[in-house]
């Protein structure tokens, strides 16, 4: 399985940007994708997640501002996010896995970084 993430940019605060994250390869394996995120000097955290039966978890801190979802006719993973705040700035990562609820995620994007300016 191979991700390609992309969408990330430059916004200012209150703005919004739509990530996306194509998949390829033996895509039958994929039971959960999701984002994560990493800001500098910090863990990288899960920001959402979705699984092949359409449950979706959030991080508290985006909730009601972003919205992940899936295409599986197109194989894409998106993020949505809306109201981004400074605190939302990191380099964002999709990731996929064969388990529905995986505690680690085993396939992973390149990254694709997100700058959010006050």
């Known amino acids: 399985v191979q991700l390609q993430a992309s969408g990330g940019g430059l916004v200012q605060a209150g703005g919004s940007l739509r990530l996306s994250c194509a998949a390829s390869?033996?895509?039958?394996?994929?039971?959960?994708m999701g984002w994560y995120r990493q800001a500098p000097g910090k863990e990288r955290e899960l920001v959402a997640r979705?699984?092949?039966?359409?449950?979706?978890e959030y991080a508290d801190s985006v909730k009601g501002r972003f919205t992940i979802s899936r295409d599986n006719a197109v194989h894409t993973l998106y993020l949505q996010m809306n109201s981004l705040i400074s605190e939302d700035s990191a380099v964002y990562y999709c990731?996929?896995?064969?388990?529905?609820?995986?505690?680690?995620?085993?396939?992973w994007g390149q990254g694709t970084e997100v700058t959010v300016s006050s």
């Open positions: 990731a996929a896995d064969g388990d529905y609820l995986p505690t680690k995620y085993r396939w």
């Open positions: 390869g033996n895509l039958f394996k994929i039971a959960a």
């Open positions: 979705v699984t092949s039966g359409g449950s979706i």
